[in-house]
C-alpha cells in the first residue's frame, strides 16, 4: 500500500513538547454522547472468566499454602482454604466451599485417610490442564520477548515502561511470573532494567535496539489487516488507507448523519502509534483530530498484542501517559463501539474488560493461539456440569456433620450445589490485581 507523507505538517521547536500533554480537543466529527450497547456474546466470555479467576485464585492459595507445596499435587483442609479465601480473597463465609462443590471436575474433596479431615486437591484433569498452560507459556516465550519489545515501542520517543505496569498485564501478553528474572534480566540485548535518578525504587524497563528484529516489528497490526483486506476485496484505495475493521454491535442505531461522520473518520490521516511525534506542531485542529485518531490505533495494537486480544481498562489506564492516551478513555472508547467492547460482568462493574471486536466471532477467538486454547481447557472444566461427576466418590465425608465445611450431609448437597436456581457464590472480587489496579481509574 502506498505510504502516506506527513510533510505537510510543520515541525516545532523542542520547547514546545509540554503540548503532548493537552488534553484532546472536541473536534472529533464522531458524537461525544452515544448510547452503549451490550453484546451478549461478550459479556458471556465474561461471566465464565468470573469462575477462571476464582478458581486460578483458590488453585494458587493451594500451592502457596500447602504442607508440601512441592508436591505434584498439593491438599489443604478444606476448612482451612474457606478461611484462607475469606482472607486473602475477600470472600463471603463458605463461598469457597460452595465453589468448590460446584467445580467437582476442577477441585476434587476427599476424607484424609490419617487425619479424618475433609480435604481439598486438584483434579488429574486441572492438574494436567495447568502443566499446558505452563508449557504453552514456556514454548511461546520467544513471542512473548517480541510483544514486550513492540509494548515498549509504543512509548515512543523515550521507549520505557515501569516495571510494575507490566508485571500487572503479565499475563496478557503471556509472560512467566519471574519475567523480571527470566525475561528483562536474562536478554541484556534486548531489555535494559533502569532507574530514575529521583525515586531509584521505581524500576523501568527499556528497550534496547537489536539486529535480530524483524523488519515489521514497527508496523501495526492494523496495518497488516488492512493490507489483506485490501488485498482480497480490491477496496477503494483512498477509503481503505486509514480506515479500521469496524463491526457495529448487535441493536446498535445507525442514523444517516453518524453514518457520513464514520466516514469520515475513516479516511482521517493519523500517526502511526509507533512513530515519534515529539517535534509535530500540535497546535492545530487537523493535528488534535490525527492525535486522536492515533489513540484508536494505540489501544487497537495494544488489544492485538495481547493473548486473547482484552484487557481490562484499569491496565490499558496504566498507560495513559507514556502512550499519549485521553484521560477519559472509557468515555473515548465508547465513541468507537463499532473497533472495541466495555464489558462490566464478571467482576460486579468492579473491572471494565476492554475486547477487541475484530478478533472474536460468536464469542471465540478468530486466530487462536496455543497460550489461548490451553485456558480454554480450564474454561470447559469449570462449565462442565458437576451431575456428571463421580459425587459419591468425591464427597464422602459430607455427611459427618458441621465439623469442616459446616454443612450437612446428603440433606445439604442439594443445597450447596444448587441444582435449581441457587446462587453461584463466587461473584466475588476474587482477581490478584483489583485493588492495585483501581487506583488508575478517574
Same mark, same amino acid.
Given at each position: 500500500? $502506498?505510504?502516506?507523507?506527513?510533510?505537510?505538517?510543520?515541525? =516545532?521547536?523542542?520547547?514546545?513538547?509540554?503540548?503532548?500533554?493537552?488534553?484532546?480537543?472536541?473536534?472529533?466529527?464522531?458524537?461525544?454522547?452515544?448510547?452503549?450497547?451490550?453484546?451478549?456474546?461478550?459479556?458471556?466470555?465474561?461471566?465464565?472468566?468470573? =469462575?477462571?479467576?476464582?478458581?486460578?485464585?483458590?488453585?494458587? /492459595?493451594?500451592?502457596?499454602?500447602?504442607?508440601?507445596?512441592?508436591?505434584?499435587?498439593?491438599?489443604?483442609?478444606?476448612?482451612?482454604?474457606?478461611?484462607?479465601?475469606?482472607?486473602?480473597?475477600?470472600?463471603?463465609?463458605?463461598?469457597?466451599?460452595?465453589?468448590?462443590?460446584?467445580?467437582?471436575?476442577?477441585?476434587?474433596?476427599?476424607?484424609?485417610?490419617?487425619?479424618?479431615?475433609?480435604?481439598?486437591?486438584?483434579?488429574?484433569?486441572?492438574?494436567?490442564?495447568?502443566?499446558?498452560?505452563?508449557?504453552?507459556?514456556?514454548?511461546?516465550?520467544?513471542?512473548?520477548?517480541?510483544?514486550?519489545?513492540?509494548?515498549?515501542?509504543?512509548?515512543?520517543?523515550?521507549?520505557? /515502561?515501569?516495571?510494575?505496569?507490566? $508485571?500487572?498485564?503479565?499475563?496478557?501478553?503471556?509472560?512467566?511470573?519471574?519475567?523480571?528474572?527470566?525475561?528483562?534480566?536474562?536478554?541484556?540485548?534486548?531489555?535494559? /532494567?533502569?532507574?530514575?535518578?529521583?525515586?531509584?525504587?521505581?524500576?523501568?524497563?527499556?528497550?534496547?535496539?537489536?539486529?535480530?528484529?524483524?523488519?515489521?516489528?514497527?508496523?501495526?497490526?492494523?496495518?497488516?489487516?488492512?493490507?489483506?483486506?485490501?488485498?482480497?476485496?480490491?477496496?477503494?484505495?483512498?477509503?481503505?488507507?486509514?480506515?479500521?475493521?469496524?463491526?457495529?454491535?448487535?441493536?446498535?442505531?445507525?442514523?444517516?448523519?453518524?453514518?457520513?461522520?464514520?466516514?469520515?473518520?475513516?479516511?482521517?490521516?493519523?500517526?502511526?502509534?509507533?512513530?515519534?511525534?515529539?517535534?509535530?506542531?500540535?497546535?492545530?485542529?487537523?493535528?488534535?483530530?490525527?492525535?486522536?485518531?492515533?489513540?484508536?490505533?494505540?489501544?487497537?495494537?495494544?488489544?492485538?498484542?495481547?493473548?486473547?486480544?482484552?484487557?481490562?481498562?484499569?491496565?490499558?489506564?496504566?498507560?495513559?501517559?507514556?502512550?499519549?492516551?485521553?484521560?477519559?478513555? =472509557?468515555?473515548?472508547?465508547?465513541?468507537?463501539?463499532?473497533?472495541?467492547?466495555?464489558?462490566?460482568?464478571?467482576?460486579?462493574?468492579?473491572?471494565?474488560?476492554?475486547?477487541?471486536?475484530?478478533?472474536? $466471532?460468536?464469542?471465540?477467538?478468530?486466530?487462536?493461539?496455543?497460550?489461548?486454547?490451553?485456558? $480454554?481447557?480450564?474454561?470447559?472444566?469449570?462449565?462442565?456440569?458437576?451431575?456428571?461427576?463421580?459425587?459419591?466418590?468425591?464427597?464422602?465425608?459430607?455427611?459427618?456433620?458441621?465439623?469442616?465445611?459446616?454443612?450437612?450431609?446428603?440433606?445439604?448437597?442439594?443445597?450447596?450445589?444448587?441444582?435449581?436456581?441457587?446462587?453461584?457464590?463466587?461473584?466475588?472480587?476474587?482477581?490478584?490485581?483489583?485493588?492495585?489496579?483501581?487506583?488508575?481509574?478517574?
Amino acid at each position: 500500500m $502506498r505510504s502516506f507523507s506527513y510533510s505537510s505538517l510543520t515541525k =516545532k521547536p523542542p520547547t514546545l513538547s509540554p503540548l503532548l500533554s493537552r488534553p484532546f480537543s472536541q473536534s472529533t466529527s464522531l458524537p461525544k454522547k452515544l448510547q452503549r450497547v451490550r453484546d451478549h456474546s461478550f459479556d458471556a466470555i465474561m461471566e465464565v472468566q468470573k =469462575k477462571v479467576r476464582l478458581a486460578l485464585s483458590l488453585r494458587d /492459595l493451594l500451592f502457596l499454602f500447602s504442607s508440601s507445596p512441592s508436591s505434584s499435587s498439593p491438599s489443604l483442609p478444606a476448612s482451612r482454604l474457606d478461611s484462607l479465601a475469606r482472607r486473602q480473597l475477600s470472600l463471603r463465609p463458605l463461598a469457597a466451599g460452595r465453589f468448590l462443590l460446584r467445580h467437582p471436575h476442577v477441585f476434587h474433596l476427599f476424607d484424609h485417610p490419617v487425619l479424618r479431615l475433609l480435604f481439598v486437591r486438584l483434579t488429574p484433569r486441572a492438574l494436567s490442564q495447568f502443566n499446558l498452560e505452563r508449557q504453552s507459556l514456556a514454548s511461546s516465550l520467544p513471542s512473548s520477548l517480541l510483544r514486550l519489545r513492540k509494548l515498549l515501542l509504543l512509548a515512543a520517543p523515550s521507549c520505557r /515502561l515501569r516495571l510494575d505496569h507490566i $508485571r500487572l498485564i503479565r499475563r496478557d501478553l503471556a509472560l512467566p511470573d519471574d519475567f523480571e528474572q527470566s525475561v528483562v534480566l536474562s536478554h541484556p540485548s534486548l531489555f535494559r /532494567l533502569s532507574t530514575t535518578a529521583d525515586d531509584s525504587s521505581s524500576k523501568f524497563v527499556e528497550f534496547v535496539p537489536a539486529d535480530t528484529d524483524p523488519p515489521d516489528l514497527t508496523v501495526p497490526a492494523v496495518e497488516i489487516a488492512r493490507e489483506r483486506d485490501y488485498r482480497s476485496r480490491g477496496a477503494d484505495a483512498e477509503d481503505a488507507r486509514f480506515a479500521f475493521p469496524i463491526q457495529f454491535p448487535p441493536g446498535f442505531k445507525i442514523g444517516k448523519y453518524y453514518r457520513i461522520a464514520v466516514w469520515k473518520w475513516q479516511r482521517l490521516p493519523y500517526w502511526s502509534p509507533y512513530e515519534d511525534i515529539s517535534g509535530y506542531d500540535l497546535r492545530s485542529l487537523e493535528a488534535q483530530r490525527r492525535m486522536e485518531k492515533r489513540a484508536v490505533a494505540t489501544i487497537h495494537e495494544l488489544l492485538s498484542l495481547t493473548v486473547e486480544k482484552r484487557t481490562t481498562l484499569e491496565r490499558i489506564a496504566q498507560f495513559r501517559q507514556a502512550f499519549s492516551l485521553p484521560k477519559k478513555l =472509557k468515555d473515548f472508547l465508547l465513541q468507537h463501539q463499532g473497533i472495541f467492547y466495555i464489558s462490566t460482568r464478571g467482576n460486579q462493574g468492579k473491572l471494565h474488560t476492554v475486547f477487541l471486536r475484530e478478533a472474536y $466471532r460468536k464469542g471465540e477467538l478468530i486466530e487462536p493461539n496455543e497460550v489461548y486454547l490451553a485456558r $480454554r481447557k480450564l474454561d470447559e472444566l469449570l462449565m462442565m456440569s458437576p451431575k456428571k461427576a463421580n459425587l459419591d466418590r468425591m464427597l464422602t465425608s459430607m455427611g459427618r456433620g458441621e465439623d469442616e465445611l459446616r454443612v450437612g450431609g446428603g440433606a445439604k448437597r442439594k443445597e450447596h450445589l444448587g441444582e435449581e436456581n441457587g446462587g453461584e457464590g463466587d461473584d466475588d472480587d476474587s482477581g490478584s490485581d483489583s485493588g492495585v489496579e483501581s487506583q488508575y481509574v478517574d
